[in-house]
């Protein structure tokens, strides 16, 4: 893919989604299975059932390092850093799970465990539950927002196997600090901010998926050792008005990390004498297999990627098994 193709996607991702719903400031998206989709948006501050964000509590219900007088901001990623981290200890050590779990709690004013959520991509239960398992034997505090106490609602992420105990604010800030940086040492990253994009509804407004994304994008004008094949019938399909070209990138990078860190394979992508291009077989693979990736993610409603007629199309395609032929005929 040619330089300025990846530097206009990469600028049209790090830009508000047009066509998706907007998180309005001041409030998140939270799992809540009374909800058509199973997430809902709610304020930071809900009133009548007295429950507080963690992006606007005083004091927060666990141990952490997080100063005092944070913009909600910055509260939003020390507090997701910081719980993480308070969880993770008491994570069983046969943990062999491949993927990203989602981990949304309350804790109530005399410092009990409610509402906890924990969803994982792909599905495990069996994983679901070690990490429930885990954070209910730890004892939280109550938080406080001013001097009262109140619920607090809590979120934070894994990622497993991960490249890095960390946030992706936090690797992404690292990162940047780098003066030459160097893929070998990010790969991991990549592949797990790759995941991260495909893992949960999207969410523009989200610290850590406009970091995941910044990520993704940083490495797309860099030697990743693979080229990324965006060209073709499916690619022309899809637009940009939701983001759809830039994720369809994503997701053949996510395709071509996961062959090599997962199952030993090289799929590079890249121009060979007396071939052409696209009709290298390891160049249709990846192509393939990043839309069968995008097209799983975008034809699920709860991640918030609206599809036009023409993806609807494909999608149809995609469910019958003939996706591959109506790519490449």
Known sequence: MKKYKL????????????????????????????????????????????IYHYAVLTELPFENDCDSGLSEKEQIACSEQNLRNFIYPNLS?????KGNVYVYLTITEDSKINDVTVSSYPKSETTNEIIKEAINSIEFRHGKFNDKIVKSRLWTSFTFPSSSNELFSVSLAKMKEDENPEYKDYENLIFDASQYIFSNPVYPNGTEFKSAAQIVGFWMNRDIGMGIPTFGKFYDALTNENKQQFLYAVAMINYGLDQKVNHNRILECKPK????????????????????ILL???????????MTSKTKKYYKVYEKGELEEKIFK
Do not use: M, W
């Open 93 to 97: 050590s046969e943990i062999e799970f």
């Open 7 to 50: 530097n206009i996607l990469t600028f049209l991702l790090l830009i508000p989604f047009l066509g998706i719903g907007q998180i309005p400031k001041g409030h998140f998206l939270d799992a809540d299975k009374s909800a058509e989709r199973g997430y809902k948006v709610k304020p930071f501050k809900q009133n009548k059932e007295e």
């Open 273 to 292: 004498d007396g071939h052409k291009y696209s009709e290298q077989e390891e160049v249709k693979e990846v192509q393939l297999g990043g839309a069968k």
């Open 296 to 306: 799983e993610f975008i034809g699920d409603k709860k991640n918030n990627v609206p």
